[in-house]
Nanobody
Framework: VQLVESGGGSVQAGGSLELSCSVSGYTDNYYRMAWFRQFPGKEREGVAT???????RYADSVLGRFTISKDNEKTIFHLQMNSLKPEDTAMYICALSNWPRYAPSLDSEDFHYWGRGTQVTVSS
């Protein structure tokens, strides 16, 4: 299973970015996928997650600003990020769980496949 992120970049505060995560080699019809972010010197923080039923869950810090979604036809997940703040600056990493039938989770221990990440930088 491989996950490849794209869409990161630099933006001014208040701006928007859309991240994508393309998944290959995953054949299960059920899925549980999440976006995490990592700040330098800190542990990964769960940002948003989505499951097969399109149930979602968000970190309080991004609720109302970020939206996670999945393409209907392809195994590509998206993270639409609006009203970006300088404190959103981080490496954003997508992840897929090997336990797809469990409830949506923002716990990194529930995820087994990881991308390499894409950098998001928000300037004030």
């Amino acid at each position: 299973v491989q996950l490849v992120e794209s869409g990161g970049g630099s933006v001014q505060a208040g701006g928007s970015l859309e991240l994508s995560c393309s998944v290959s080699g995953y054949t299960d019809n059920y899925y549980r996928m999440a976006w995490f972010r990592q700040f330098p010197g800190k542990e990964r923080e769960g940002v948003a997650t989505i499951d097969t039923n399109r149930a979602t869950r968000y970190a309080d810090s991004v609720l109302g600003r970020f939206t996670i979604s999945k393409d209907n036809e392809k195994t590509i997940f998206h993270l639409q990020m609006n009203s970006l703040k300088p404190e959103d600056t981080a490496m954003y990493i997508c992840a897929l769980s090997n336990w797809p039938r469990y409830a949506p989770s923002l716990d990194s221990e529930d995820f087994h496949y990881w991308g390499r990440g894409t950098q998001v930088t928000v300037s004030s």
